[in-house]
């Protein structure tokens, strides 16, 4: 399975972005896709995740009232809106995909490249 991540780039603060990733296929391996940024010299945090099914989701406390995720099942696509931005959410964002509607890391199976978001102060 691969995972094509897009959508990052610079914007300043108070503004949006928003980020795609879409599965090369669909299993139980990725019934659930998530979202993760790390920031140098960071850990990988939690951002948000969705179950395919029925689009039930969790957010990283970070992020919550300011990022919206979705998913379009014609387009097979996962969404990342980001809006209010703050130069803290500036990060390399992953997208992933897993078996389980979870804010850790490991269970996820899958991992994209990875799409820097940097927000100017």
């Known amino acids: 399975v691969q995972l094509q991540a897009s959508g990052g780039g610079l914007v300043q603060t108070g503004g949006s972005l928003r980020l795609s990733c879409a599965p090369s296929l669909h299993n139980t391996h990725t019934s659930h896709m998530g979202w993760f940024r790390q920031a140098p010299g960071k850990e990988r945090e939690f951002v948000a995740v969705i179950r395919w099914r029925d689009r039930k989701a969790y957010y990283g406390d970070s992020v919550k009232g300011r990022f919206s995720i979705s998913r379009d099942v014609a387009k097979n696509t996962v969404y990342l809106q980001m809006n209010s931005l703050k130069p803290e959410d500036t990060a390399v964002y992953f997208c992933?995909?897993?078996?389980?509607?979870?804010?850790?890391?490991?269970?996820?199976?899958?991992w994209g490249q990875g799409t820097q978001v940097t927000v100017s102060s």
């Open positions: 992933a995909a897993g078996p389980s509607l979870t804010t850790e890391l490991r269970p996820y199976e899958y």
